[in-house]
């Protein structure tokens, strides 16, 4: 064998599956089939524009934008809009890159339903790290420093990571998932601030979802998706009808 039919071959046990299922998506629905991702563009660029007026920033500021010093019902609150707030620190085109890839991808493999909760749950758990974080303080491994505590957190990077995890975790795209792991790994280590730490707690948090699905797919008897059925965290049913998706 080759190194070249080797690499092809892993490309396809890789990404084979996946690159079919969303490619037959968009073939067959277009458009329709990420109405969310869409949604999500959408608002990410008007919040973009808002936020850059002198007009708009406090609007956008009294909706979406969370702090670990604020009070804890108005970060809970504030945590799903500030989702589709982009960093102010950071091109918006990152972030319209990062939601149009991994929100369509996991739009298309997951259902509109559990892409939003596994979206919210990782930037949920990240708003809450922010608080854990900074009780800690500067000397724990993950401990944040007091400053912190009045950084904008913002943005649709942590629901992106969580996204990707789940993703490849149903379609068993194991190096793929491990990659995503080590990459947001290496961040902190380079550059230990707030957004990288939040990370490593969206990478655990959609780490726990993944297990409770597992869980509950034993529970009810059934095996975990092989490579003919990779609809294990999926909306629907694998059997016979297709899978219907919210």
């Known amino acids: 064998m080759t190194a070249r039919s080797a690499v092809a071959g ?5 990404w084979g599956p996946l690159y079919g ?3 037959g ?3 067959e629905r277009r458009w329709r089939a990420v109405p969310l991702t869409l949604t999500a563009v959408v608002l990410i660029a008007a919040f973009q524009l808002v936020q850059n007026q002198d007009w708009g920033y406090g609007p956008v500021s009294a909706i979406g934008f969370v702090r670990a010093g604020d009070p804890l019902w108005l970060a809970l609150v504030r945590t799903p ?3 589709f707030v982009p960093a102010l620190d950071l091109p918006v085109w990152g972030a319209l890159a990062q939601v149009l890839l991994v929100f369509g991808v996991a739009e298309i493999c997951l259902g509109r339903v559990r892409t939003l909760l596994v979206a919210y ?3 949920l758990a990240g708003t809450l790290y922010a608080r854990l974080g900074i009780a800690v303080g500067p000397g724990g491994p993950l401990g944040l420093p007091e400053a912190d505590a009045q950084v904008v957190d913002t943005g649709p990077s ?11 975790f149903q379609q068993r795209a194991w190096f793929t998932g491990a990659l995503v792991v080590v990459a947001m790994a290496v961040e902190v280590v380079v550059k230990p601030n707030l957004a990288g730490k939040e990370h490593l707690v969206a990478i655990a948090a959609a780490l726990v979802l993944c297990a409770v699905a597992a869980a509950f797919r034993w529970w009810r008897g059934q095996s975990p998706p092989g490579p003919g059925d990779r609809g294990g965290v ?9 899978a219907i998706k919210s």
């Not at 892993?10 to 890789?14: H, L, S, V």
């Not at 999926?234 to 297709?242: F, I, L, T």
């Open 81 to 83: 809009l500030s989702l």
């Open 25 to 27: 998506a968009l073939v």
């Open 21 to 23: 299922e969303v490619r």
């Open 234 to 242: 999926r909306d629907g049913s694998r059997s016979g009808a297709p």
């Open 158 to 168: 942590a629901a992106v990571v969580g996204l990707a995890v789940v993703v490849c």
């Open 121 to 123: 749950v990782c930037t």
């Open 10 to 14: 892993f490309a396809r046990r890789e």
